[in-house]
């Protein structure tokens, strides 16, 4: 079974510049989820997904952050304008959306704004 | 708000040894979960601990659950260098299964 596919895998950009990041995840796995995890902290939850409507997005700060999962499938994240403080790997996770919730990971984009 | 605490957050440890991670959290959840993180890389899913009294072992890795206790641990028996790594703790969000990570343990286990 393919694994949570994430591309790039690094990018660099300055800062009020924009970036997107690419997810492709699991076969048949519903739920979709974006975590940022900034340099020795654990990840946060950025939003959820369960197949194209959104279950969660809290803690994504909308201002300049978008994220949208076409089909029930791939997802993109994108930033406009980036600050410095967006310096994190952004991972994407994916889950069956049902039984044990176990999560699996794509490798991350490491993101670093300049 | 939700609150995952894992102490100790940095350990070095000598190969032989034995150790245990802890993990608190602040609200009910009858899951948690233990995942691996190598330098650079992504997350390894270890456990999944579903129920109070949950035990799960895997190799010089063994995991359990007190719900009551509102507490994990994750116990390392007779460490070995591969074993080098961070290990997060993480306990379902209110929202559903999205995930509320602690900080990490940094382990270092050195000959």
């Known amino acids: 079974e393919a694994g949570v596919a994430q591309s790039p895998r690094y990018k660099i950009i300055e800062k009020r510049q924009s970036v997107a990041f690419w997810c492709n995840p699991i076969?048949?796995?519903?739920?979709l989820y974006w975590y940022q995890q900034i340099l020795g902290q654990g990840p946060k939850l950025l939003i959820q997904f369960q197949n194209n409507g959104v279950v969660d997005d809290s803690q994504l700060p909308k201002d300049r952050f978008s994220a949208e999962r076409l089909k029930g499938v791939d997802s993109t994240l994108k930033i406009q304008p980036a600050k410095l403080e967006d310096s994190a790997v952004y991972l994407c996770?994916?889950?069956?959306?049902?039984?044990?919730?176990?999560?699996?990971f794509g490798p991350g984009t490491r993101l670093t704004v300049l | 708000e939700l609150k995952v605490e894992q102490n100790p957050l940095f350990l070095s440890m000598q190969e032989g040894k034995n150790y245990t991670i802890y993990c608190n959290y602040s609200?009910?959840?009858?899951?948690l979960y233990w995942y691996r993180q190598d330098p650079g890389k992504s997350l390894e899913s270890l456990f999944v601990?579903?129920?109070?009294?949950a035990v799960k072992q895997e190799g010089r890795l063994m995991a359990s659950l007190d719900t009551k206790a509102r507490l994990s641990t994750l116990h390392i028996t007779a460490a070995v260098h591969d074993l080098s790594a961070t290990y997060f703790c993480?306990?379902?969000?209110?929202?559903?299964?999205?995930?509320?990570f602690g900080k990490g343990t940094s382990l270092l286990v050195t000959p």
């Open positions: 996770a994916n889950s069956s959306g049902t039984g044990i919730g176990e999560q699996f």
């Open positions: 601990l579903l129920s109070n009294g």
């Open positions: 076969s048949g796995h519903a739920t």
């Open positions: 609200t009910t959840s009858d899951r």
């Open positions: 993480a306990v379902p969000t209110n929202s559903g299964y999205a995930l509320n």
